[in-house]
């Protein structure tokens, strides 16, 4: 079944797929290609070849033993996500992104005194969560341990980071004539930000939105899609070998790697065998948290779908180290949404917002493209969490800080004066 699920995949996405880089349902096909497709193809071929495990905990998950209701939800929901998004994709009206590089340039000076604001705001917490002997003596435990008491300022320092690579993509594409000294300044604060917020993601992020101006004029291709993946790959290795303090130092260490990292659907499984379908039963976790802020206490691990269920099936995981194994959209959605018929609702919902975003990206601005750009990330986030994050809150409050300021940093020119 894994397979006739694979091939159907790949050919509703080959036949119906849109061939702009950046639009929600090619985020949805990349979703499940890496925590359906590929870990399950990688899966066979290992067992094909008669594969001796490396690592000491051997192999953790197999693939040949998963419920056909787990198989089938996944594709079920993939189906959902891309049918709507790409429908909705067909029926918005298309603007070019051309006009949006024509229109604006950024601020120099302004773009300098944002980047020092980022590294110093990054220096400070550096310093206040360890500082040098703490970073580069125990890395991952700092990373894990230290940020406590200063997430707001970690979550303003990864916006942050995250918008200035935008900014300057934005800069190095509509600058004809182009400063050294003020690249360089930004990169080194985007490098240095990398490093104290996990340098797995961010250097994907950061590449992400840099590389924005070009990736919203390209086509995609098969060609490079596959390359794409092939970068990300690397990607992904190079940082979790520096992530885990060089433990995974060879190829098959970080083959295996990907096995036991793209393991959503295994955790859908345990709540298909141990639950019963529900309504509602976790919607409120967001409001929880958010009633934090006003004084309410609550149990951290009823924040987030992930770390309830964390808290009941690693419960060595959660109360030891915070840290959380990540459960698909399909768990949230048979928890919540009882029959799988009810599931077109939320998932109709979600596909009209994010493709409303869509229609708007090129509409409002360059900050709005940003905004855009990082929902649909946010969206990609959200096939291994919830619809509604609590997150989600601080999200806004940060678009609406940055649009506030978008005119200082973004000056708009008289095209038809040139």
């Not at 924005?212 to 940082?239: D, E, H, N, Q, Y």
């Not at 940060?398 to 300021?405: D, S, W």
Request: a positive charge; glycine letters at 6%; one cysteine or more.
């Amino acid at each position: 079944m894994i397979f006739l699920i694979v091939i159907f995949m790949l050919a509703v996405f080959l036949l119906f797929r849109n061939k702009e880089v950046l639009c929600p349902s090619n985020v949805v096909f990349g979703s499940y290609f890496l925590y359906f497709i590929f870990p399950s193809t990688l899966f066979y071929i290992l067992e094909w070849v008669d594969w001796v495990y490396v690592l000491p905990w051997g192999k953790t998950n197999d693939w040949s033993r998963l419920s056909e209701e787990a198989l089938l939800s996944y594709a079920y929901v993939f189906t959902l996500f891309f049918l709507f998004t790409r429908l909705l994709e067909v029926l918005l009206a298309r603007t070019s992104a051309a006009s949006l590089f024509e229109q604006y340039r950024v601020n120099p000076f302004m773009l300098f005194a944002f980047t020092a604001l980022v590294l110093a705001g990054g220096l400070f917490f550096f310093q206040v969560t360890g500082g040098v002997e703490a970073w580069f003596g125990n890395y991952s435990g700092t990373y894990l341990e230290n940020k406590k008491g200063y997430g707001l300022l970690n979550f303003l320092l990864i916006m942050s980071s995250n918008f200035l690579a935008f900014v300057l993509g934005f800069y190095w594409k509509t600058r004809p004539r182009k400063s050294l000294v003020l690249v360089l300044f930004v990169l080194a604060a985007l490098v240095f930000c990398a490093f104290i917020q996990g340098v797995k993601s961010r250097i994907f992020y950061f590449t992400i939105f840099f590389s924005i101006p070009w990736v919203t004029m390209a086509r995609l291709t098969l060609l490079k899609g596959g390359v794409i993946f092939v970068g990300f790959v690397f990607a992904f290795s190079f940082a979790m070998y520096f992530r885990s303090n060089g433990f995974y130092s060879t190829p098959e260490m970080l083959l295996e790697y990907f096995l036991s990292y793209f393991n959503t659907i295994f955790l859908h499984d345990m709540i298909l065998r141990d639950m019963q379908p529900g309504f509602l039963l976790t919607m409120d976790y967001p409001l929880h948290k958010w009633l934090t802020f006003f004084g309410i206490p609550s149990e951290e691990y009823m924040h987030d779908i992930s770390r309830w269920l964390t808290s009941i099936y690693f419960p060595k995981q959660w109360f030891e180290g915070s840290a959380t194994q990540q459960w698909p959209i399909e768990t949230e959605l048979y928890l919540n949404y009882g029959n799988y018929i009810f599931w077109i609702v939320p998932v109709f919902l979600y596909s009209s917002y994010i493709c409303s975003l869509y229609f708007l990206r090129y509409r409002l601005g360059p900050v709005f493209l940003f905004i855009f750009t990082f929902e649909l990330l946010f969206f990609l986030s959200m096939f291994r969490g919830s619809m509604l994050q609590w997150i989600a809150l601080f999200n806004i409050l940060f678009y609406l800080m940055i649009l506030g300021g978008s005119r200082l940093l973004f000056v708009k020119e008289n095209v038809n004066a040139r």
